[in-house]
């Protein structure tokens, strides 16, 4: 089956650790995104990635960091920098960069700050 | 910059009842409209979607028009049951090299039987 994996599914961390989630496609697609929902906000955009070895950030860039280094994989980092990661963060793939592209949303990542 | 306002929420029917939820953007150019659907613990599934004016994207009994004259992309069903119960959110693509997905806030829509 082609999609979108997403792991773990359920992440707790104590603060001031670093923490890495991890999301996997094997749709062959080119651009992956990444994506953090919150409570009554709607999803904002943490950063992409439209080619391999080349990412962009997004608008709530600070405090995360991200590698593309295989087109099938695009891992987030969650650094100690970031004031209240505590969040559901969705990854995301569209067959190209263009506009008109559908993405294709993993089953996301629930982390929580203890 | 890109916005979409949708609706406040949330939405409460009744099974077979009509829905409407309501979807307005602000974006240059001739942006690319989609709905999504979020059900409980899951990620985004697209619902429908529209690339250009008049056009209208349909799935499982939904409908949206793209409006450009109105900016809006209201999401319809004639008849909603149970299973449509889920966060719905409304979405737009910029024209542009680096285009991106801005979202809506979604809006929660729970139907009784």
């Known amino acids: 089956d082609g999609g979108i994996t997403q792991s773990p599914k359920y992440l707790f961390r104590k603060e001031g650790q670093n923490v890495t989630l991890s999301c996997e496609q094997n749709?062959?697609?080119?651009?992956m995104y990444w994506y953090r929902q919150d409570p009554g906000q709607g999803l904002r955009l943490i950063y992409y990635?439209?080619?391999?070895?080349?990412?962009q950030k997004g608008d709530i860039a600070e405090g995360y960091s991200v590698s593309r280094e295989k087109k099938e994989s695009f891992p987030l980092t969650v650094t100690s920098a970031q004031k209240n990661p505590t969040a559901f963060y969705l990854c995301?793939?569209?067959?190209?960069?263009?506009?008109?592209?559908?993405?294709?949303f993993g089953p996301g990542t629930r982390l929580t700050v203890l | 910059g890109d916005s979409v306002t949708q609706m406040e929420g949330p939405v409460t029917l009744s099974e077979e009842a009509f829905l409407t939820i309501n979807c307005t953007y602000t974006?240059?150019?001739?942006?690319?409209l989609f709905w999504y659907v979020q059900y409980p613990g899951e990620g985004l599934q697209l619902l429908l979607k529209?690339?250009?004016?008049?056009d209208k994207g349909s799935n499982k009994g939904f409908e949206a028009t793209y409006r450009k004259e109105t900016t809006s992309f209201h999401l319809e069903k004639g008849s909603v049951q149970v299973s449509d119960s889920a966060v719905y959110f409304c979405?737009?693509?910029?024209?542009?090299?680096?285009?991106?997905?801005?979202f809506g806030k979604g809006i929660t829509l729970s139907v009784r039987p």
């Open positions: 974006a240059t150019g001739y942006p690319s």
């Open positions: 749709l062959n697609h080119d651009a």
């Open positions: 995301a793939s569209s067959p190209g960069r263009g506009y008109t592209d559908t993405q294709y």
């Open positions: 990635s439209q080619i391999v070895n080349d990412f």
């Open positions: 529209a690339t250009k004016a008049d």
């Open positions: 979405a737009l693509s910029s024209t542009g090299a680096n285009s991106k997905l801005t």
